[in-house]
T-cell receptor, first 111, second 115 residues
Framework: KQEVTQIPAALSVPEGENLVLNCSFT??????LQWFRQDPGKGLTSLLL?????REQTSGRLNASLDKSSGRSTLYIAASQPGDSATYLC??????????FGAGTILRVKS | NAGVTQTPKFRILKIGQSMTLQCAQD?????MYWYRQDPGMGLKLIYY???????DKGEVPNGYNVSRSTTEYFPLRLELAAPSQTSVYFC??????????????FGSGTQLSVL
């Protein structure tokens, strides 16, 4: 059974800092690894999807990497801003687009 | 495009009551999902559907039922509500699985308390 873990559980950084969020998964037989953003009281917004054959994906200030052999993914946020404050969730993609989620990292960027 | 729409946003139930959580999507997605999120935990899959008339259990289906008569709608039914069903419920949809999978689009959630 796939298990996904995210470290740290919470992170507080000053504005402008570069930061890394970590995600690990136990079963390397994944179709993809997805990163989501969740704002309080709102749904999840898809940030990046890394296919199992890819090593990384980039969108603006966000860069996500995938190392299937070690069961790890990282989300790198460059030049953080207060608007980046949210919970970030990673999820391992299984067949049928079913996702196994981690518990998330709560990020606070202080101005 | 409204995307994925969930109603209601909040609901309080008494133990033993029943209710239906509504979910609709206007993106013509074949695949739809119901997840629940407990405080401090990741989302867990309750039920999913790959098309009208086809549903299957996820990781935590007990206490819930679903139906899918059309592409657009995927309601989740709670029978005999229990305090353990207090959670935030999210509906999601996607295109059919192809190659390395597809992105999911989520609704804004229904916060349910069972007292």
């Amino acid at each position: 059974k796939q298990e996904v873990t995210q470290i740290p559980a919470a992170l507080s950084v000053p504005e402008g800092e570069n930061l890394v969020l970590n995600c690990s998964f136990t079963d390397s037989a994944i179709y993809n690894l997805q990163w989501f953003r969740q704002d309080p009281g709102k749904g999840l917004t898809s940030l990046l999807l890394i296919q199992s054959s890819q090593r990384e994906q980039t969108s603006g200030r966000l860069n996500a990497s995938l190392d299937k052999s070690s069961g790890r993914s990282t989300l790198y946020i460059a030049a953080s801003q207060p608007g980046d404050s949210a919970t970030y969730l990673c999820a391992a993609g299984e067949y049928g687009n079913k996702l196994v989620f981690g518990a998330g990292t709560i990020l606070r960027v202080k101005s | 495009n409204a995307g994925v729409t969930q109603t209601p946003k909040f609901r309080i139930l008494k133990i033993g009551q029943s209710m239906t959580l509504q979910c609709a999507q206007d993106m013509n997605h074949n695949y739809m999902y119901w997840y629940r999120q407990d405080p401090g935990m990741g989302l867990k899959l309750i039920y999913y559907s790959v098309g009208a008339g086809i549903t299957d259990k996820g990781e935590v289906p007990n206490g819930y039922n679903v139906s899918r008569s059309t592409t657009e709608y995927f309601p989740l039914r709670l029978e005999l509500a229990a305090p353990s069903q207090t959670s935030v419920y999210f509906c999601a949809s996607s295109y059919p699985h192809r190659g390395s999978g597809e992105k999911l689009f989520f609704g804004s959630g229904t916060q349910l308390s069972v007292l």
